[in-house]
């Protein structure tokens, strides 16, 4: 199992979320650090992220080392957290 590092603006994003939902978020993380390229997981292309879905939410990580690096979870319906990537890689 991969050791997981939670970006604090992840941490944040959860702490406004309902229980359940924030309950739904952990269970996929701790299911990704089992298993970081699940088949129901895909590559975002022309980066080394990869991005998984929990319910109403899109996680975006990625493996580095022994790492599992949460570094953003957003709604899935809209494309607020591509945006955002785009700003954190510059």
């Known amino acids: 199992m991969l050791r997981i590092d939670i970006a604090k603006r992840v941490e944040k994003f959860q702490a406004r979320l309902p229980a359940k939902h924030r309950r739904q978020i952990a269970a996929r993380i701790i299911a990704l650090a089992n298993d ?22 899109r996680i975006v990580y990625r493996v580095s080392g022994q790492a599992l690096q949460i570094v953003l979870v957003g709604k899935r319906n809209d494309d607020e957290v591509y945006r955002q990537l785009r700003r954190l890689r510059g």
Do not use: I, M, V
Not at 52 to 57: K, L, N
């Open 36 to 57: 970081p390229n699940a088949q129901d997981t895909k590559n975002l292309q022309g980066s080394d992220f990869r991005c998984a879905d929990s319910g109403e939410y």
